[in-house]
């Protein structure tokens, strides 16, 4: 009888793990009033990207961001450039961003830095970053507030 559990119990295990092995995991949601969309890391790679070189408070040196356009994503939800977004971390740390700024610079999600996948540990799996090099007026603490890592969700407001 013990040995019945046993293996039901492991078989119930097994099963309970089974969505974590070869299915992809969503990495963003984004949400408006009437819809919501979910990208796991593979569908934001594979949509068409934007090369960022820039600096900012957070890295040391001149670095190569990549990933879709901010833009792009807001475009398919038909997020108006005059809404607000509440961008929310994993950490749960939110930060206000007007939509203008998507539609004024090439503000980028940012999957790959220097060619790399970004963990957790590495302000990934998506970065939000501004190219902040290639506009001056950029360089201001309040763009730097915008720069959300390890971004879970935007929400349009």
Not at 17 to 46: C, I, K, M, R, W
Not at 62 to 81: A, H, I, N, W
């Amino acid at each position: 009888m013990d040995i019945q559990r046993t293996m039901r119990a492991a078989l119930a295990a097994s099963l309970l793990a089974l969505p974590s092995f070869g299915f992809a995991q969503t990495v963003l949601t984004v949400t408006n009033s009437e819809n919501s969309a979910t990208y796991t890391l593979e569908e934001l790679l594979a949509m068409p990207q934007t090369t960022v070189v820039t600096t900012n408070d957070y890295v040391d040196e001149l670095t190569t961001f990549q990933g879709p356009s901010l833009r792009l994503v807001l475009e398919k939800m038909d997020v108006d450039q005059n809404a607000n977004l509440k961008m929310v971390a994993l950490n749960d740390f939110a930060s206000q961003v007007p939509a203008e700024d998507a539609f004024a610079y090439d503000v980028i999600l940012a999957v790959l830095r220097n060619g790399e996948e970004m963990s957790v540990r590495e302000k990934g799996p998506i970065w939000v970053i501004y190219p902040m090099d290639d506009n001056p007026e950029l360089q201001d603490d309040v763009y730097n507030g915008r720069l959300v890592w390890q971004l879970k969700s935007i929400s349009v407001e």
